[in-house]
């Protein structure tokens, strides 16, 4: 009895095992079946389960993992071949003087003289990038600029402007923010760190770029006399700053020095990279003034003296200004191109209101067009702007304030309700900027 239950036992046994195996093979045999009707990546070999997705072609299909690795290959070996687009230069291909001026003037209305030290210098840089490199030839040197203007005369605005045409990497660095090394704030090697971004982290391509380096004026010394305590965001960053105006070999932390210590420093040579500088320098008109004053001393001199225009010192700025302003002797040296921007009148501000291609009207037209609604200006509500921008001091950036202050309210309510045109008229104007100043008295 017991022999014939272990028999029964080993049948029921083998009959599972081989029950077991039969159903395996055959679900192998179906995952075969099924692998076979799977599309597959014809680089890596994965099917479409084991992938984000397939981008299907004509007689095969690639993975969004293999795509994304074949265009870090291409853009690597284009690096390596030198089809950036500094390397595409050609001399006959660059925009003259002339061109660069004419693009310039349709953004920015006025400061001529400010356009043409510009635009000579990016031509004469581009000119640098393309020259031969013969032992016996004479090498051309890079002049860097210094550009001098009230706030709101479009220092800043010039430079994003002419970014926009540039076939080389350009970036725009705040200079208010760097201090000595060791102290709170950002290092002098963090300008190019930007620029290395703006290149995509190609060296070669990053050497032959353009920084503007704004608010220079705000690292000027802070007092003649010297001092126990050490200027940190002063003199000291001008001293840091002559290197790479000058040309050396600097090395570049790629993700800012101070918060990634153990990353590895990429070498930059800052020989061929033009830098412009821009600053307000407010206060520097006395000093030109004690200047022009101290050159007179008689009657006699008076007479021979050329009358000087009181309302415009900044066109007379010399190099000597902005050493009694705070520069160093040796910064000013490499900054050889001093150019000045001139304080906007109102015809000036009238015309930055309404002509270039973004102008600040063009702006809020374009927001309305948006929401299916025509705004229109009485031309006295222009006047009226101009006048208000002139009584705050604030130069073209009181425009948008101003225009903010009285638009606010409408931008609030119109696109809520079924309006299809609205008329901003001179009443309307100076009741919404007396209903924001009364607004701040109470709130004061």
Known sequence: ??????????????????????????????????????????????????????????????????????????????????????????????????????????????????????????????????????????????????????????????????????????????ATVLTEAGYVGEDIESILTRLLQVAD?????????????????????????????????????????????????????????????????????????LFICGGAFDGIERKIAQRLNANVVGYSAVKETVKIDRGNLMQYIAPQDLKSFGLIPEIIGRLPVLTYLNPLDRTALRNILTEPKNSIIKQYVKLFEMDDVTLEFEPEVFDYIVDKAIEYKLGARGLRSIVETIMNDTMFEIPSQNVHKFVVTLDYAKEQMNKANLSRLQMA
């Open 201 to 273: 982290y190609n060296v070669e391509e990053a050497e032959r770029g353009i920084v503007f380096i704004d608010e220079i004026d705000k690292i000027a010394r802070k007092g003649d006399n010297p001092s126990i305590t050490r200027d940190v965001s002063g003199e000291g960053v001008q001293q840091g700053l002559l290197k790479l105006l000058e040309g050396s070999v600097v090395n570049v932390p790629p993700q800012g020095g101070r918060k990634h210590p153990e990353q590895k420093l990429i070498p930059v040579n800052t020989k061929n990279i």
């Open 1 to 174: 009895m017991t022999r014939c239950f272990l028999a029964s036992r080993r049948y029921n046994f083998f009959v599972e095992i081989f029950a077991f195996d039969i159903n395996k093979c055959i679900s192998k045999l179906e995952d075969k079946k099924t692998s076979k009707n799977k599309r597959r990546c014809s680089f890596c070999g994965r099917s479409e389960d084991e992938v984000g997705f397939l981008i299907t072609g004509v007689n095969g299909c690639i993975c969004d993992t293999c795509s994304e690795q074949a265009y870090e290959i291409v853009q690597e070996a284009l690096h390596q071949h030198g089809n950036s687009s500094a390397g595409n230069l050609n001399l006959k291909e660059l925009p003259k003087p002339k061109d660069i001026k004419e693009f310039l003037d349709q953004y920015v209305i006025g400061q001529d003289d400010a356009k043409r030290y510009l635009s000579v210098a990016v031509y004469n840089h581009y000119k640098r990038l393309l020259q031969p490199k013969d032992e016996n030839d004479v090498e051309i040197e890079k002049s860097n600029i210094i550009m001098v203007g009230s706030t709101g005369t479009g220092k800043t605005l010039l430079a994003r402007t002419i970014a926009k045409m540039l076939h080389v990497p350009f970036t725009i660095v705040d």
